[in-house]
């Protein structure tokens, strides 16, 4: 998983959000990248272990941290792809709405 433009690629997925709501989501992700001390995004395909550095944190934390995840994702699956990962992020997060 390769992306050029953290920002533009976000802002092609979700062109009416805000300049800020794209911020956060762009601050996650690079936190995330940062627990996985790695450069590209393959981490986001190992979701138990993504699940397991995000359990302590607040619930609505990990909620906006897949709400990160996902925004990515789809902008990333242009080819349907990353399908089923949506699916168990988005099930994730759902969970935690649920709170």
Known sequence: MKVK???ATIK???????DSTIK?????????KK??????????KKV???KDRLKELHYT?????YNSIIILLMA?????EYDSL???YNTLRDDLNKQ
């Open 5 to 7: 433009d953290l920002n």
């Open 12 to 18: 092609e997925a979700r062109p009416n959000v805000k």
């Open 24 to 32: 956060m989501y762009e601050s996650n992700l690079k936190k995330l």
């Open 35 to 44: 627990m996985f001390d790695t450069e590209d995004w393959g981490f986001l």
């Open 48 to 50: 138990e272990e993504v």
């Open 61 to 65: 934390s990990q909620r906006n941290y």
């Open 76 to 80: 990333l699956n242009h080819k349907k």
């Open 86 to 88: 949506l699916e168990k």
